[in-house]
């Protein structure tokens, strides 16, 4: 019964390997205040002129990584992710998960063969910071791990008092 629990608890996290790598690497965006943790294999492709963000690409899996920030309108954080999610409805996506709160919210959707999960927080000027991963189906257990860290990660930059819950 110890052999079968120590199993359950040891073999997802050998599944799981880049989440347990020590090769993440921070992300910050001084424009709007924001940290994030880049996983392993990830690496930079794109950041706009605008400095609001970057976009990522895992070349071993064809992961799609974007972290940016954003000025809601008029401050609304739960508007804007409301409207993000719309957006995705829009091109397609089937929302399978939601949920918002003043402070933080998550989302994810599938289309065809792809995942995709989203992660926002509010941040202390009424601004927000975003990330988005899209992966293939077939990679949904490899990635948990990413996930949980990564939304961990996302946070403000020192200064910056995150939203209370």
Request: proline share 7%; glycine share 8%; net charge negative.
């Amino acid at each position: 019964m110890r052999r079968a629990f120590i199993a359950a608890v040891l073999l997802p996290a050998l599944a799981l390997p880049a989440a347990a790598d020590d090769d993440w690497h921070p992300y910050a965006n001084p424009r709007f205040g924001y940290t994030v943790d880049i996983p392993p294999g990830f690496e930079l492709r794109q950041e706009p002129d605008n400095g609001d963000g970057a976009s990522f690409l895992s070349d071993d899996n064809g992961a799609t990584l974007m972290v940016f920030g954003t000025h809601p309108p008029d401050g609304d954080f739960e508007t804007d992710v409301a409207e993000r999610i719309g957006y995705e409805k829009q091109d397609d996506w089937r929302i399978i998960f939601s949920r918002i709160t003043p402070a933080w919210a998550s989302f994810s959707g599938a289309r065809d063969n792809d995942i995709f999960y989203a992660r926002a927080i509010a941040l202390c000027d009424g601004s927000a910071a975003y990330f988005r991963l899209q992966y293939r189906k077939s990679k949904l257990t490899s990635f948990d791990g990413v996930i949980s860290r990564m939304a961990e990660a996302l946070r403000p930059s020192e200064g910056c008092q995150a939203a209370p819950d």
